[in-house]
T-cell receptor, first 110, second 120 residues
């Protein structure tokens, strides 16, 4: 089976940096993705890591350590519009299924 | 970017009736689509994987006869909630992967806007 753990909620101020961690357990693993979901909206893709290391995309970066079954999403220069839920998702060894974590609600305050 | 259209956005039905939800990839082909269920402030729970031209594969604990999935073309998958009951009330959301192209290797999923089902 699969299980993913994320903090349920994080609060930070505009302009700050926040890190959202994700630990996972899976019978097979190909990669870790991150998605953003605003209330009432569809999840949108942010990043994907298949190999160890850091992937940077603008203000967002994602890190993966396969040996530790751990990854994180780093959000820099926080803006109010970044207030949303963030989900990590494991792409499993079937290469065709994606299992999501419980989500982290990020609250950005002025 | 790739667009997935899902409808209806909202549906209210009486207990015992069936409801069909459609998921269409508008500008790309999707051999595989996924159906998720999301409870308020909770995660996306994978219900089933919909494969074009073949039977869907269901996750453990998901009733195949209650949640019928059909993937008749490369751009359309449907989820039918049969004999709906109040406990089936939820937010159902589909996603699709491109059959080829750059996003295939990244595993990027494109999500529909979701369908909120309320069973009275």
């Amino acid at each position: 089976g699969q299980s993913l753990e994320q903090p349920s909620e994080v609060t930070a101020v505009e302009g700050a940096i926040v890190q959202i961690n994700c630990t996972y357990q899976t019978s097979g693993f190909y990669g870790l993705s991150w998605y953003q979901q605003h209330d009432g909206g569809a999840p949108t893709f942010l990043s994907y890591n298949a190999l160890d290391g850091l992937e940077e995309t603008g203000r967002f970066s994602s890190f993966l350590s396969r040996s530790d079954s751990y990854g994180y999403l780093l959000l820099q220069e926080l803006q109010m519009k970044d207030s949303a839920s963030y989900f990590c998702a494991v792409r499993d060894r079937d290469f065709n299924k994606f299992y999501f974590g419980s989500g982290t609600k990020l609250n950005v305050k002025p | 970017g790739a667009v997935v259209s899902q409808h209806p956005s909202w549906v209210i039905c009486k207990s015992g009736t069936s409801v069909k939800i459609e998921c269409r990839s508008l500008d790309f082909q999707a051999t595989t689509m996924f159906w998720y269920r999301q409870f308020p402030k909770q995660s996306l729970m994978l219900m089933a994987t919909s494969n074009e031209g073949s039977k869907a594969t269901y996750e453990q604990g998901v009733e195949k006869d209650k949640f019928l999935i059909n993937h008749a073309s490369l751009t359309l998958s449907t989820l039918t909630v049969t004999s709906a009951h109040p406990e089936d009330s939820s937010f159902y959301i589909c996603s699709a992967r491109e059959s080829g192209g750059g996003t295939y290797n990244t595993g990027e999923l494109f999500f529909g806007e979701g369908s909120r089902l309320t069973v009275l």
